[in-house]
Structures are given as structure tokens and as C-alpha cells.
């Protein structure tokens, strides 16, 4: 009988967040018109034909300053995870993470049968620079640092970063900017100087194209030239290539976005604070706040008035806590109005 690998069998199989209308910090606010205006112009070739990257590749290496052959792009980060998973990670390697953080991580790093050493977070949920340099081990084979992380929003500083980067030579360092138009700095202009660092980009947050899957993987050329090997030719769909141009030049619309999130972000943890909530600084389009013990209660309360929101108590560390993505204004508006009607509720 067919059986995949033990590795694989092991992993819990994956509870599709849609179904339980969690949110999954998209832009709410859609698309840049000139994006909707592209596709509507595609015609029936435009999906016929496979696709090729390498002038979408061009347009993402010139806008983020980086040479040509030191970009990738993937399925999303999803992919470019995968790819960083499978080329450095094997039986008896290890995956190094801070929890908590992006869940995928961790499922990407098992399946390839390798172990993943996760460092348990303090109170504060701080990036625990000095454990990280700690645990690192000539087995070390990829570290994965969201920046800013999810679900807290924070964010690690650069010199922390690039402690971890120098630390461990001989692994892969992952830092994904997958929200940092929100509000984060950039590694990417250490990339020359760093031949096992790797940047991760993303146009499903800002850029609202999550549905397109359009993601960025930057690093040194002699390291994408290998990931390039056994990455799929047409991993990235036609549709997405043929978007990604207007959809870097509609630099307006993600400006306006990430400023209304902005505002929002701020609202949103002010009035945490004014119902005496713990809630966490944001550099994301999401904040992660703690709503206590009822927070089951919470999520379903606020499902009932229209908001699905993410449950991420069973996240390490993060005990009663939800995350909730920040939208448009008037999202915003009604949101903080069924925050304050459901933290009463459970209050009561
Ligand atoms: N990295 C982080 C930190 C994320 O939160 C997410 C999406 N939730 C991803 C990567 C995946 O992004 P993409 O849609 O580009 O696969």
C-alpha cells in the first residue's frame, strides 16, 4: 500500500481558516484599479501560454534596488518557504524559530523530516535574540524570523537581525517581510553582504493580491541560482505576471492603504487600551490584543456582529489572545463599536 514519507503522515492536516471566517490579514480594500484594469484586458493567449518570470523578475529586482539574478519570484512566500525548506533542510538538520510566529514555518520545516527547535517566548513576547544565538548548532540549517512577526505585529531590531545572520554562517536566515509596508525596516540592502540571508516579499498584503499569489524571495545569486534548479519554470501563474507591473506602478494606492491601516492600526489599539486590554505595538495591518479567558466567547460575539476575527490562543505564548486585521476606515468605525459591545459581554 502507498504510504508518504513518516514525515509527512505526522503533520495534522490543515484547518482552512475561510471556513471558520478567520480573518487572515488581507487588504480589505481590494485591488489597485489599474490591476482590475489589467485583467480585464487579458486576452484568451494571456492564459494560454505558459508563463515566464524573468521580466516580472527584472521589474521586482529594479524596484526593490537589488540585482537581477538575486530575485526569485514564487507562489506567494508560501512557495519561496517550501523552496528554502527543501534545499537546505533534511533528516537530521535543524529548523531554528521563535514562537510564536508565522504557523506555516514549522509544517514547511517537519515535512522535509528535519527537527524544528522552537524557543519559547517570554511574557512580552519579544524576539529572543540571545536564546536564538544560543540554540544555534552546527545542524542549524534554516532560521525563519517574520519581521514584523505574526501574530504580534512587533518587530525585531536590525542588529538583532543580523546578529542571528552572522551567528550562523552555515544556515539559511529567513527574514520575512511580508507586512513591511506597514510600518518595518528593511534587510534587503545587507543582502550583498550576507551570502545566507534571505529577504522575503509579498503583494498579498499591501498590494491586496493574496487571491493572485504573488511573492518575492530575495537572497545571494549563487543561493537563488540553486533554488532556481528544482523550482517549478511556471511556478508563478500568468495572470499574476501580467498584473505585476501596474501593480508595482500604482505606488498611490498602496500609500493610501497602508496610511487609512495606519490610522486604523491606531484607533484600533487606543481603544484597547481605554478598555484596559493587553495589546501589543503593530508594524502589520493586524494587532494582536488580549481579550482573556473567554476569548472563544469573544470571537463568537464579534462573528455574530460581522467580524470574522482570528482565535490565536493555542499559538505558544499567546494564551486568550485574538488577532484582528485593521481595514478600511469605515471597517474600522463599525468594528470598534462591536469591540466595545463584545468585550462588555464578556465582561459580564
Ligand atoms: N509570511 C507571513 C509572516 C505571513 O503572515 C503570511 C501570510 N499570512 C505569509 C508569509 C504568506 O504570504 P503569501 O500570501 O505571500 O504566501
Known amino acids: 500500500m502507498l504510504k508518504p514519507r513518516a514525515a509527512i503522515v505526522a503533520l495534522d492536516a490543515y484547518q482552512s481558516p475561510i471556513a471558520d471566517r478567520a480573518d487572515l490579514n488581507e487588504n480589505t480594500a481590494g485591488c489597485s484599479d489599474r490591476v482590475l484594469a489589467r485583467l480585464r484586458a487579458l486576452n484568451k493567449s494571456d492564459v494560454a501560454m505558459y508563463p515566464d518570470r524573468t521580466a516580472g523578475e ?16 514564487t507562489n506567494g512566500i508560501d512557495d519561496g518557504l517550501l523552496l528554502l525548506s527543501a534545499a537546505y533542510l533534511g533528516e537530521g538538520d535543524e529548523m531554528l524559530l521563535a514562537d510564536p510566529t508565522f504557523v506555516m514555518y514549522p509544517i514547511y520545516g517537519r515535512a522535509t523530516g528535519a527537527q524544528v527547535v522552537r524557543i519559547t517566548p517570554a511574557e512580552d513576547l519579544a524576539f529572543p535574540v540571545g536564546e536564538v544565538l544560543a540554540r544555534i548548532a552546527p545542524r542549524t540549517r534554516l532560521i525563519t524570523i517574520a519581521n514584523p512577526n505574526n501574530p504580534t505585529g512587533t518587530v525585531v531590531p536590525q542588529e538583532a537581525l543580523l546578529h542571528v545572520v552572522k551567528a550562523a554562517p552555515d544556515a539559511a536566515v529567513l527574514v520575512d517581510e511580508a507586512y513591511f509596508e506597514f510600518g518595518g525596516e528593511t534587510l534587503l540592502p545587507q543582502l550583498p553582504s550576507h551570502p545566507n540571508l534571505f529577504v522575503a516579499r509579498t503583494f498579498s498584503k499591501a498590494y491586496g493580491l493574496a487571491g493572485l499569489r504573488l511573492g518575492v524571495l530575495a537572497g545571494a545569486p549563487e543561493q537563488i541560482e540553486c533554488l532556481r534548479r528544482f523550482c517549478s519554470p511556471f511556478n508563478v501563474n500568468a495572470v499574476a505576471l501580467a498584473c505585476l507591473k501596474d501593480a508595482l506602478a ?13 490610522q486604523g492600526r491606531a484607533r484600533l489599539i487606543a481603544m484597547c487600551e481605554e478598555l484596559g486590554l493587553r495589546v501589543w505595538p503593530s508594524y502589520a495591518n493586524f494587532v494582536l490584543v488580549r481579550v482573556g479567558q473567554r476569548h472563544r466567547e469573544f470571537v463568537d460575539v464579534m462573528a455574530r456582529r460581522g467580524f470574522a476575527i482570528r482565535d490565536v490562543s493555542a499559538n505558544p505564548g499567546c494564551a486568550g489572545c485574538v488577532r484582528i486585521t485593521v481595514g478600511t476606515r469605515s471597517q474600522v468605525d463599525n468594528l470598534l463599536l462591536a469591540m466595545r459591545a463584545a468585550v462588555e459581554q464578556i465582561r459580564s
Open 250 to 262: 500604482d505606488q498611490e494606492f498602496v500609500r493610501d492603504c497602508v496610511a487609512q491601516i495606519k
Open 58 to 73: 527584472r521589474a521586482v529586482a529594479d524596484y526593490l534596488g537589488v540585482p537581477h539574478d538575486s530575485v526569485l519570484l
